[in-house]
């Protein structure tokens, strides 16, 4: 109103001006009532003017006046919404703090003053309980809330933590499917449906709920890709040792189709590739293999590799594992497999120039055993003895420990199976169940002969099984020739 009176004053003054300068300030005559009012135009316009803005005035006080109780209890309104905010505020800081007791004060409170936001009045009220340690006060709230569209699944999910809270899985995975049946789901009720899945190894079951939260956007399309292939290797592992074919031809599928969505998913790739080869399939096992040592190196790619062919010499055998390791020549895995190709070819100088790469890496068990195994096949005794005793303390590698004592690649049980389809399709990382459980690996530290005794005979390269003789230890090539000890002394 102001503005827009400053605008009229404005005009009328561009006007009276105009006239002024017009030189003929014109008459304006007013007859009303048998009254007749004579002035110059100017006049006239001034007096126009301050009679509209003298009745505006006396308008809006007389609005103003009027709509005084109305202003008054928008003032009390707002100093409810603000009391009330802050007794929410405060009640949820309260459950934060964990402090049960003035969380469900200050939560009876807020359902007194706050009665335009029933739902935050009804979630504070549930978790002071549960703050509280009041699980059936707790209980009845979120059962509230399911009579409630807009809440059902705050309920359904605070239902799910107090069933599983008191050991009622049953209970729990109910709550979940009913939220999950929901057009607006969460992320939460579908982890907790594939959870149940996967402890019962229903893998089919697992993959199509994957399916279903891809279509309903619960997840990205990453997410959902890693966990296809994840169960995918799962599904095969467990049918790669059936005794029906179609079973086992299902499996080589399985395994295939998860090597394809995730070449770096090693478990995948490595059970790919060995129903591969014993499907005669040799260079698409290779081609995979090298894929997925592209993407991500594991150790477990490269055994897989060399055993793919058991009818070549040494020197052949070296050569293809030289091609391996240059598709990622500078990854770690790739300076260690160069040196175990110089082993496997007898190059005990190569070995040994390999091993310089290696000198910057930490020392782990199976680092130390590597280096001690190249400087014995250079006659350094005493120096591969130094690496044994380091590899004796040195912690082992996780990837390294995914290997069974007999060389078999991912032996895992459906349990372990169902915590690394979790863990891959979240953060696309491996999880090493057998390095969690401390269990034996693969022999990492080779063979020495003690002080003072004849060098025996040490093992070139680890003792890992042939894929076409079964889960066999070969026998060890023999070493360094024996020095004759001195007569008569006895080796202690």
Same mark, same amino acid.
């Given at each position: ?44 316009i001034l007096l126009a003017l301050g009679f509209g803005l003298f009745a505006a005035v ?124 929901? %057009?607006?789901? #969460? &992320?939460? $009720?579908?982890? =907790?449906?594939?959870?149940?899945? !996967? @402890?019962? +190894?229903?893998?089919?079951? /697992? ?16 997410? %959902?890709?890693? #966990? &296809?292939? $994840?169960?995918? =290797?799962?599904?095969?592992?467990? !049918? @790669?040792? +059936?005794?029906?074919?179609? /079973? ?83 990854h770690r895995e790739s300076l260690l497999l160069y040196v175990e190709q110089a082993l ?66 991912f032996a895992y049980h459906a349990q372990d199976w169902a915590r690394l389809a979790i ?70």
């Open positions: 109103m102001i503005r827009a009176g400053v605008v009229l004053i404005l005009i009328a003054a561009v006007a009276v001006g105009a006239l002024a300068l017009s030189g003929d300030p014109g008459r304006a005559t007013v007859i009303w009532l048998g009254w007749r009012a004579d002035a110059t135009a100017a006049a006239a006396v308008w809006r006080t007389i609005l103003w006046v009027l709509e005084a109780p109305r202003r008054a209890e928008r003032a009390r309104a707002e100093i409810r919404r603000r009391q009330s905010y802050d007794v929410l505020a405060r009640g949820f800081l309260a459950v934060a703090a964990g402090d049960g007791p003035e969380a469900l004060r200050l939560s009876k409170k807020a359902a007194e003053i706050a009665a335009e936001a029933p739902g935050l009045v009804r979630v504070l009220a549930a978790q002071a309980a549960e703050a509280a340690g009041d699980m059936a006060q707790a209980q009845t709230a979120y059962t509230a809330m399911l009579g409630f569209p807009e809440m059902r699944l705050a309920g359904h999910r605070g239902l799910m933590q107090i069933a599983l809270a008191q050991g009622a899985r049953e209970t729990a995975l109910r709550h979940a499917q009913e939220a999950y049946g929901e %057009a607006r789901t #969460a &992320r939460w $009720a579908w982890r =907790a449906i594939l959870e149940s899945r !996967l @402890e019962a +190894a229903d893998w089919d079951g /697992a993959l199509a709920l994957v399916k279903g939260a891809l279509d309903r956007k619960i997840v990205p399309p990453v997410v %959902a890709e890693r #966990a &296809r292939a $994840a169960l995918l =290797a799962a599904s095969a592992a467990q !049918l @790669e040792h +059936a005794p029906e074919s179609k /079973a086992r031809s299902i499996a080589l599928d399985q395994a295939t189709e998860a090597a394809r969505l995730q070449p770096g998913f090693a478990p995948g790739v490595v059970m790919a590739a060995r129903l591969l080869a014993e499907d005669g399939k040799m260079g698409r096992a290779a081609a995979l293999l090298e894929n997925a040592w592209r993407a991500a190196p594991h150790p477990a790619l490269w055994l897989a590799y060399r055993d793919l062919r058991t009818d070549e010499t040494p020197r052949e055998r070296a050569q293809r594992l030289g091609r391996l390791a240059a598709v990622n020549p500078a496997v070819a007898g190059d005990a100088p190569a070995a040994r120039e390999a091993a310089r790469a290696l000198e910057g890496e930490p020392v782990t068990a199976r680092v130390a055993g590597l280096l001690a195994r190249a400087a014995y096949a250079a006659g350094a005794v005493d120096e591969a003895r130094m690496w044994l005793a380091q590899g004796m303390n040195a912690p082992p590698e996780p990837d390294w420990s995914d290997l069974d004592p007999e060389g078999r690649p863990a891959f399709a979240e953060t696309g990382e491996l999880l090493h169940p057998r390095l969690e459980r401390r269990e034996r690996s693969l022999r990492e530290l080779p063979e020495l002969p003690i002080a003072y005794a004849d060098a025996g005979p040490m093992l070139a390269e680890p003792a890992f099984y042939p894929v076409d003789e079964g889960y066999q230890e070969p026998e060890a090539p023999p070493g360094p020739p024996r020095r004759a000890g001195p007569r008569g002394r006895r080796s202690s």
